[in-house]
Structure formats: C-alpha cells, structure tokens
C-alpha cells in the first residue's frame, strides 16, 4: 500500500497541470498592425507565406524566441513576430456565408452577411452565439459554428 502514495500524488499532480497545459496549447493573439507577413520561419529572412490584416486570429502552437508558431481557420501554419500580434478577441467567417442576427439564436432577424475569411471584432460570447463588429461596422450575431477564432 505505501507504493500507492507516490502514484496518486503524481496523479493528482498532473491533473492539477492539465488545465494550464491545455490554455497554453490553444493560446489565440490577433493581428495588431494593418498588415504582417507570415513568415515560413521564425526570422525576417523567411519568406512572407501570406500578408495577414489586422485582426486576424491565429492559434499559437509553438514558441522561438520572440517568435509565435501559429495556424490559422484553414490549418495553414507558419511564424509571426510576437510584438506584431496581441490579445483583442476575434473571429474569422469559415463558412461561404453567415446571417448575421439581432441576437443570439435563429429566432431574431437577420440585418446582415458576411462571407468567408472576412476578419470580425469580437464583442461578447454568449452560448453557441457571438456578438461581432464587421469592418463596416454593423454589429450583431452569428453562431459560433460558423466562426473560427475567440
């Protein structure tokens, strides 16, 4: 019985950790200039796979340096510098087109569209909704199964 104690303080342990490996793991940043090269490798001297705007989400999946490993709502992945990116919460439309609602759920009309990869602010989550801010400025609902990003 005494070589129980060590496993199940281990155990403990690691499910103690597992909420905060988790957030590391699906770590989100945005975009935080108007335009920033995402780059096949953690330095300038890469080359720029695609010009992401402001706002875009990204998915940290490793760290170099100062450097982020991201992918985006397409799997793509590839390198940003860290101080280009920060923490306002944004989605990205993954689907061809979205309604985009008085609030949140079918029942409320629709006073919009967006389409695909276009870059919305996020204002509030609320269930399997969330509020947004297009680039055009209209605000409303859309479900979140038709987003990708935080």
């Known amino acids: ?16 950790a597992l909420p ?17 090269n995402m780059r096949a490798g953690p330095s300038t001297s890469q080359a720029a796979l695609w010009i992401l705007g402001r706002g875009y989400p990204l998915m940290v999946i490793g760290r170099q340096g100062k450097w982020y490993r991201v992918r985006d709502f397409e799997g793509d992945e590839g390198w940003v510098y860290r101080s280009l990116t920060g923490s306002t919460p944004h ?30 602010r996020t204002l509030e989550r609320r269930g399997d909704w969330a509020r947004v801010r297009t680039p055009g400025g209209l605000s409303g609902w859309v479900a979140r199964r038709l987003l990708w990003g935080w």
């Open 20 to 36: 905060t490996a988790i957030a590391h793991a699906a770590q989100m940043v945005s975009i935080d200039r108007p335009e920033v």
């Open 91 to 120: 989605h990205v439309v993954k689907t061809r087109v979205a309604r985009v609602r008085s609030g949140p759920g079918v029942r409320h009309r629709a006073i919009g569209r967006v389409s695909h990869g276009e870059v919305l």
């Open 1 to 16: 019985m005494t070589g129980a104690r060590p496993i199940h303080s281990l155990l403990i342990a690691l499910l103690l």
